[in-house]
């Protein structure tokens, strides 16, 4: 199974880049904790201010642990720093993941591996 992370966080524009500078270490050290496939926060070049957040855990026991971590907690005091005007920010759990390519390099909208 995997848990996936996906939203984000809007902060005034201006604001999500050093936001974003002063989380650096934080997210490269969250990506070192057991069961953490990917950690990244960005800045959307479309819209000022606003911070995708993007997640992959292997386990909800992984997730589970970060968020009772100290680097959840650490990020959580950094971000909080900024007015956040608007979040939205969902868990998924995901039980069948596939290549978006098949063997042929065709994009595929549905699963076909199964």
């Known amino acids: 199974m995997t848990i996936l992370i ?7 524009p201006g ?3 050093t936001a974003l500078e002063g989380a650096r270490d934080l997210m490269a050290e969250t990506r070192s904790q057991q ?3 990917h950690y990244v926060w960005s ?16 386990t909800e026991a992984d997730l ?3 968020l ?8 959580l005091a950094h971000m909080g720093q900024y007015e956040m005007l608007d979040m939205d920010i969902l868990k998924y759990r995901i039980d069948l993941a596939e290549p978006v390519y098949d063997p042929e390099g065709v994009p595929r909208a549905d699963f076909f591996t199964g």
């Not at 996906?6 to 005034?12: E, H």
């Not at 009772?68 to 990020?75: F, K, L, N, Q, V």
């Open 68 to 75: 009772a971590g100290r680097y959840y907690s650490e990020m």
């Open 35 to 37: 069961g953490c496939r």
């Open 15 to 17: 604001k999500e880049i």
């Open 43 to 58: 800045a959307d070049p479309a819209v000022p201010g606003r911070i995708y957040v993007y997640e992959n855990w292997e």
């Open 64 to 66: 589970a642990a970060h």
């Open 6 to 12: 996906n939203g984000y966080v809007q902060l005034a």
